[in-house]
């Protein structure tokens, strides 16, 4: 699940920051070394937020600089979206 979540953000921090995919990697800080600005890391939150459909507080995506930190917190996210059984039907009567 990880490299699939790593394959999908980096697709859309090139395709945001209109960069080559093979410039980026696990370690690679989205403000330091791609010159991305507060406005920038939130859209990139929101497009985040649409692509895996979770909530990303604009706090997280500018505390979470290193794309290797954003990928462990949405993986986290993710895994935790998917651990929660859903409740039992409702009975009547």
Not at 51 to 72: A, K
């Amino acid at each position: 699940m990880t490299q699939e979540i790593e394959k999908r953000v980096v697709e859309i921090i090139a395709h945001h920051l209109k960069m080559r995919k093979e410039k980026i990697t696990l370690e690679t800080h989205l403000m330091g070394d791609l010159g991305a600005d507060s406005i920038d890391i939130v859209s990139l939150g929101m497009r985040l937020e649409e692509e895996f459909c979770v909530t990303i507080p604009s706090e997280v995506m500018m505390s979470h600089d290193r794309l290797q930190d954003l990928i462990t917190y949405l993986t986290t996210l993710l895994e935790k979206q998917t651990s929660v059984p859903f409740p039992p039907p409702h009975k009547e009567g």
